[in-house]
């Protein structure tokens, strides 16, 4: 006998570049894509500030809605609304998807929790700690789900990796992580694109922070050994670009002293230029090294090289383990997000709020020793 699907019914909100790529991984045949099959996905609305913007995003990316329509489980067509309250109050939703630009987080996503609708908030989360805490009170008392989308925390190859570091000892005991997610805008985009724009909370921190931190948080933060404990010795410098006051360079170093001897994570931004291709997060042990190559946010193989302590770095052998990725891959966050509601969990053990909260209070402290100010009034709460 077979088991029906869990269906989950989301509402997009924000019809931008990010909500395209993720309705169209929730169109995907899961068990073509590497996935159980046990939750599927419909979208059954998407509000936009524009309701042409709206209607012509369904036509490009979603004409039938999610997999669940398309198979038939879910026979609704998806809604476009000129506002994103339309898409908070329709019966037909479970979940808003906040794909917004960084200053709407807060109030986006305060929004859909007050309409009783769960949320899954695209990175980074708020602007600051403060923000995320009043959402994050404001989900649990009204018992509803909210994450973060770190998407790459639900990657096979993350889980993968995890088990390489933690119960193989792959490279011994950790000591040293190096990570960095850098993309040229500069000279792409012109100064009112969201990265460069102050007033969408541009720069390199907010955008591309998120993800050499995930793996400093999963790698080092998460480790058994270190028992939540947070990172110390924070030290950050930004250098800015032009007079605009957002971050074009940013590096943050932060120690692990529960780790053995300790450990370190060397981590970095920039919108000026482009992480090498071949290695943009190493993490280094006591018996070799672990090489992600690009991209920071979506790696698909990893490299291990196992030494000898004392060979030096030159003496290794090498294994590449390949975790080929169909779609974008955000659909394994998705399915992830299923399961919790599905199962009435209002927190996912894998992106808990506490994960964010620690995420913020970092950036909070990196943009204040950088001196990264954002314009009057965009953050809605402060501390
Ligand atoms: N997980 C991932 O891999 C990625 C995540 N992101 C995150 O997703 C979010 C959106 O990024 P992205 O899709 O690239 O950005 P886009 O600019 O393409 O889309 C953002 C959307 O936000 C809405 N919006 C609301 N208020 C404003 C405003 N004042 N000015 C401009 N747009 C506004 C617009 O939707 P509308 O006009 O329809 O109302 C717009 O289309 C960011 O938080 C980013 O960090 C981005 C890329 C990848
Ligand atoms: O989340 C992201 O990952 C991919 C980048 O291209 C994008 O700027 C960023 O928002």
């Known amino acids: ?109 305060k929004n859909a929790l007050e309409a009783g609708k769960h949320v899954l908030l695209e990175k980074p989360a708020t602007l600051n700690k403060a923000e995320f805490k009043v959402l994050s009170e404001l989900a649990q008392s009204k018992k509803l789900f909210l994450m ?6 639900f990657f096979p190859l993350t889980f993968a990796l995890e088990k390489a570091l933690f119960e193989d000892q792959a490279i011994g005991e950790i000591r040293r992580l190096v990570s960095d997610f850098s993309i040229s805008f500069i000279d792409v985009v012109d100064d009112t694109h969201r990265m460069l724009n102050p007033s969408l909370g541009g720069g390199g921190l907010l955008d591309l922070g998120p993800y050499p931190l995930v793996w400093a948080m999963l790698v080092l933060y998460r480790h058994p050994k270190n028992n939540l404990n947070p990172p110390t010795n924070l030290v950050a410098a930004m250098t800015k670009f032009g007079e605009t006051g957002i971050d074009l360079h940013t590096s943050w170093s932060m120690d692990f002293p529960n780790l053995g001897p300790g450990a370190r994570a060397n981590l970095s931004v920039s919108i000026g230029v482009n992480s090498p291709k071949d290695v943009v997060t190493r993490i280094q042990g006591t018996h070799g090294e672990i090489l992600l190559p690009w991209a920071t946010a979506r790696p698909d193989k990893f490299i291990i090289r196992r030494s000898q302590p ?40 894998r992106m808990p709020h506490a994960d964010t909260l620690l995420t913020m209070s970092i950036f909070d402290e990196i943009r204040r020793q950088g001196g990264y100010v954002y314009p009057e009034g965009l953050e809605k709460v402060t501390l």
């Open 148 to 153: 973060e989308a770190v998407w790459t925390r």
């Open 310 to 349: 004392g060979r030096g770095a030159q003496d290794y052998t090498e294994e590449v383990h390949e975790f080929p990725i169909i779609g974008q891959g955000l659909h394994w966050e998705a399915d992830a997000v299923a399961r919790c509601i599905r199962d009435g969990k209002t927190e996912s053990e």
């Open 1 to 109: 006998m077979t088991t029906k699907p869990f269906v989950l019914k989301w509402g997009i909100v924000g019809a931008g570049r990010i909500s395209g790529f993720f309705v169209r991984d929730l169109i995907l045949d899961p068990t073509k894509s590497g996935r159980d099959g046990d939750v599927v996905h419909a979208v059954t609305a998407v509000g936009s500030r524009s309701s042409q913007k709206a209607e012509e995003f369904i036509k490009d990316n979603c004409p039938q809605g999610g997999f669940a329509q398309q198979s038939g489980l879910l026979p609704v067509a998806p809604a476009a609304f000129g506002s994103y309250a339309d898409v908070y109050n329709h019966p037909d939703v479970d979940i808003i998807y906040v794909g917004t630009t960084h200053p709407s987080h807060y109030e986006d996503c």
